[in-house]
């Protein structure tokens, strides 16, 4: 399946980019915010069996040992998170479509792998995943920036006007990019 491909390359570049040493200092927050992320991207319904299913694919992907209290848990919170109002933007209603992890390229070749793009004939909803709300103004800018830069290059590839969202995991708030 090239979904969990892609989402095993993710952790394999975190990895390479943080070092074990960064993965593991301070780690039990991060660690958990990543496996709700995973969890998130494998996600492809709303229902208590959809949600199991990606529950479990997360802890295997990332190498987790099973551990029922840390799945009940991500249970519980993805169950949370998934409020009406969030759900109706990361899943297809009717007509849509669902990418996930896909890659797109940039007016200068540069490769965008926006978390989730819903697709509709009128338009496409944008979404990426954040662990938590920053507290820094200037890093929730940059996070803004490169949902506009998702924005901008779906809407060259796909001809349709876009919206864009970014999730904020630990938070449950969805907030639109203007």
């Not at 960064?22 to 039990?28: A, H, K, P, R, S």
């Not at 551990?67 to 991500?74: F, G, L, P, T, V």
């Not at 920036?145 to 995991?169: C, D, H, M, S, V």
Request: with cysteine; proline share 3%; glycine share 4%.
């Amino acid at each position: 399946m090239k979904l969990k491909s892609s989402i095993a390359t993710k952790a394999a570049t975190r990895l390479d980019r943080e070092g074990i040493e960064g993965l593991l200092e301070n780690d039990q927050a991060r660690r958990w915010g990543i496996l709700l992320h995973t969890a998130l991207l494998l996600l492809e319904g709303t229902d208590e069996e959809h949600i199991k299913v990606a529950v479990s694919r997360a802890f295997c992907i990332l190498g987790e040992k099973k551990d029922e209290k840390k799945e009940e848990k991500a249970l519980r919170e993805l169950k949370n998170l998934l409020t009406k109002e969030h759900s109706d933007v990361l899943f297809p209603q009717k007509n849509g479509k669902l990418l996930a992890e896909r890659s797109f390229l940039d007016e200068r070749g540069n490769i965008l792998r926006p978390d989730r793009v819903v697709i509709y004939p009128e338009k496409a909803i944008v979404v990426d995943f954040k662990t938590r709300k920053p507290v820094n103004p200037k890093l929730l800018e940059e996070y803004k920036k490169q949902i506009k830069a998702y924005q901008r290059t779906i809407y060259q590839a796909l001809n349709r006007p876009t919206e864009g969202y970014l999730l904020f995991i630990q938070e449950s708030h969805l907030e639109k990019v203007e």
